[in-house]
């Protein structure tokens, strides 16, 4: 049988080790990067009766997370809370974008958070990003 034995030198060892111990920090700030690249995008799409109204307060980036069920790293764009309208009427903020969103039978659909998901501008920032960890040659 044949068996072979190689050691891998001690620098590729401790880069490899400093990428390890560097990773959950670097992969929450991609996250973070590609979050805030959504919601300056979520801000340019929305409508102008939305902009001008209170419920721009209620747009919100989460903080970096960890999910439990695949050790997943997120951070999430998403409208949280209630806000008053101009009649006075307090209205959960998710359920206002979700109406100019997706629309309803009376009001007719304008979509703003879909068109702000831009893969290749969230990606590109989320690169940068990574250029900064990883050990340059």
Do not use: W
């Not at 970096?64 to 006075?88: E, L, M, P």
């Not at 109406?99 to 879909?114: A, N």
């Amino acid at each position: 049988m044949a068996s072979f034995k190689e050691e891998l030198p001690n620098d590729l060892i401790k880069m490899f080790e400093e990428l390890d111990k560097d990773s959950e920090k670097m992969m929450g700030e991609m996250t973070k990067s590609g979050a805030e690249v959504v919601y300056k995008n979520v801000l340019k799409n929305m409508p102008k009766s939305l902009k001008s109204s209170e419920i721009v307060k209620c747009l919100k980036l989460t903080k970096i997370y960890k999910t439990q069920s695949d050790d997943g790293i997120n951070t999430k764009v998403a409208f949280y809370g209630y806000f008053k309208n101009k009649r006075g009427i307090t209205t959960p903020a998710p359920l206002v974008a979700n109406v100019f969103e997706h629309g309803t039978s009376k009001i007719q659909k304008k979509p703003f958070m879909r068109q702000s998901f831009k893969k290749s501008e969230i990606e590109a920032e989320m690169k940068k990003v990574q250029e900064r960890y990883l050990p340059k040659e």
